[in-house]
């Protein structure tokens, strides 16, 4: 009983940011997934700093950057209400001629050379602003928070998510997942039953997020097969959940290019084993041109893949620095001979996971199909969809209609699924506020378009082939009925 009474509630290591997890850095609407590291400079919104000071802290924790680009917790202040008591009526006796500001550019740079936070600056702003007073209360508030958002430096720590990532990607780098918008993602999981305990084919190519936002909703129960084009598959996004060893244990990948030996049944291990070297090969160079690149975009303010791709990196290279040259021969030539092994017992373990998506594949019981490729969709689903048990569902995703509506009428032909349903999500953001909440002016122009419906059995098929004469000849006695029934009324009158 006594221990029972010690467990009220989750461990507080599992809400802690600790060294080396991935997290989600947060400044009014902008986002910026980073992993934490010591001594590692992150430059997000114009500004750099350490997250030295972020580890051992909760999620969601407002953190201020002062002066050598460390962070400290905020604390919170109740917003003193004196500010906004005086107010005009309306705004028809302003004029924006920009001489209402007391304070020059030359003022303003001063007070931060001396090191005077962010809310001191505003408050400064308001006192020296002619006009402020003469603005309605709701123009203060905006005037405040504008002001607010350029001086004071203020950034809170997120835990990853599907929809905090999807909404990063789609509002910075939307290329990378074909345009998806996160309402038509969470469609795409709803229509395709995503739940822990499932086996699910995918096959995207959106940077790994729709891989990660399975893998989030089966919580590490089930499989997933992820099939894949190229050297190897593209999970950047999804190493941005930081999601534990467990979850990996389920996820299997295998080459698109050998789906086709698989439906035919000439597939063999013997396919595979002259292949990893040159696959695995072009995904290390791939690997190391991305890296290269990565990096030189991760100090331009670019996406997560820098900062994930280049954290390996910087310790390796400061331990070479650190190293005398004499000794640098023999260890690069023992890291050599390791990189090496390392190198051949990652293609082995490659090729056992291939065998095992190659199995799980050839049992053609999956619970569901996902496709949301830059790809056309019909020669993938209707390869895929072999793969799938019936009576499960299967959701396809593509930017733009017309493909889907080729995928539509080919399917119609096959047969073999119901339910067909072409849909089109429609978004609009909404502002609300005390007295002003309205929809907002600028909403997006559209996030996809998705073709779902669920898979019957074909067995019965050839059957009704077979049977087509006989139902013609039905339907020509059908036609012929009325013809009898009109030649019976004139004798029923006479």
Known sequence: MEGAGEQPGPPPAAHLIC????VVLKREDVFKAVQVQRRKKITFEKQWFYLDNVIGHSYGTTFEVTNGGSLQPKKKKEEPTSETKEAGIDNRNIIDDGKSQKLTQDDIKALKDKGIKGEEIVQQLIENSTTFRDKTEFSQD???KKKKKKYEAVITVVKPST???????????????????????????????????NKMIVMETCAGLVLGAMMERMGGFGSIIQLYPGGGPVRAATTCFGFPKSFLNGLYEFPLN?????????????????????????EESNGIVEEKQTSEQGNEDNMAEGPESTLPEEPEKMEIVAEDPECKEPKERGSKKDYIQEKQRRQEEQRKRHLEAAALLN????????????????PLLMSLLDFVSPSRPFVVYCQYKEPLLECYTKLRERGGVINLRLSETWLRNYQVLPDRSHPKLLMSGGGGYLLSGFTVAMDNLKADISFKPNTSTLESKKTEEPAAKKRKCPESDS
């Open 142 to 144: 905006k005037y405040i």
């Open 163 to 197: 929809r905090i990532l999807s909404v990063m990607y789609y509002a910075r780098e939307p290329g990378k997942i074909n345009h998806m918008r996160y309402d038509t993602l969470a469609q795409m999981l709803t229509l395709g039953n995503i739940r822990a305990g």
């Open 363 to 378: 049992e053609r019981n999956a619970d569901g199909l996902i496709v949301a490729s830059r790809f056309h969709p019909i």
């Open 258 to 282: 050998k789906v086709d030996s698989l439906l035919n049944g000439t597939f063999s291990s013997e396919m595979l084993s002259s292949e990893p070297k040159d696959s695995t090969s072009v």
């Open 19 to 22: 060294d080396g997890d991935f």
